[in-house]
């Protein structure tokens, strides 16, 4: 690629977050970019709806990324592709569900960008914990039940050495837990929890393709969670919620 890019003003990447699911979640600054993109890297949450707005002669590549299966591209093989494009001149668009911030490695992404002297920019999406919340009538903050949330990674695993979840701190640290990535690890989050004295009464939410026509929320307590998301086979992608909040659900569930 040296040879061809001499001369050649270099592109830029856009860094886009897509939204949950729903293609009417994503902005209109992420819109406006998809329509002007030459070349489209996008992942397996990023809504396939929202490739209708690519220009027809734009590059699109897939870059998998579907958890707990072999990724189609490796991260460090995603990253070189943004480097190449950007500096063949390119307008790259890099789609990523939810928010790139959020979970999403959009920052290691920059990183590489920022090493090889690619501009960017970086457009916000609504993330998952949120539209999750949202689309399962679950108010994630509510006056008088709780006044903080935190956003938390289940895929490492609990009580693994050098771990960067506190579980400790943070089963009462918050009023409301968003755990992403967590579905397998569910068994030893919820042990986590009321190991370190979470309730085990505490109300839980378990929503899949939240804001998709296959949402499916299963709701039970820390106690009976476990059971309830075997029974109803839930598969990732999903999100857990775990809060008093989640009772709020019984009169404001709009979506299901
Ligand atoms: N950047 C993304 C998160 C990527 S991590 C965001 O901001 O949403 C991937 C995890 O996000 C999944 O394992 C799942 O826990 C969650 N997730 C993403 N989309 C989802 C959806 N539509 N419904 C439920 N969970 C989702």
């Known amino acids: 690629m040296e040879q061809q890019t001499k001369n050649i003003k270099p592109g830029k990447v856009y860094l886009v977050g897509a ?31 929202l490739l209708k707005y690519v220009p027809k002669d734009a590059k699109l590549i897939y870059a998998g990324k579907k958890g707990g299966t072999k990724h189609t ?12 494009w950007a500096l063949a001149g390119k307008t790259v668009v890099r789609l990523k569900g939810g928010d790139p911030f959020i979970f999403g490695r959009g920052g290691e992404e920059l990183q590489e960008l920022v090493k090889a002297g690619v501009p960017f920019e970086v457009v916000p999406g609504v993330t998952s914990a949120t539209a999750a919340a949202t689309y399962a009538g679950i108010p994630i903050t509510h006056r008088g039940y709780t006044a903080s949330v935190a956003f938390i990674t289940g895929h490492e695993e609990p009580g693994k050495e050098n771990s960067n979840v506190d579980w400790s701190k943070l089963a009462t640290g918050a009023g409301t837990l968003v755990i992403y990535m967590g579905i397998k690890n569910l068994p030893i989050i919820v042990d986590n929890l009321v190991q370190n004295g979470r309730d085990p009464k505490t109300p839980v939410a378990v929503v899949r393709w939240a804001s998709t026509p296959e949402q499916h ?10 059971g309830r998301v075997e029974e109803e086979a839930i598969k990732p992608p999903a999100l857990i919620i775990v809060g008093e909040v989640v009772a709020l659900r019984d009169t404001l569930d709009w979506f299901e």
């Open 19 to 49: 939204g949950p699911g729903d293609p009417g979640l994503i902005t209109l600054r992420g819109k406006y970019l998809l329509e002007r993109a030459e070349v489209l890297v996008y992942d397996y949450l990023a809504s396939p709806k």
């Open 73 to 84: 591209h490796t991260q460090e093989e995603i990253n070189q592709m943004l480097v190449d």
């Open 217 to 226: 929320t299963v709701v039970a307590t820390l106690e009976t969670i476990v």
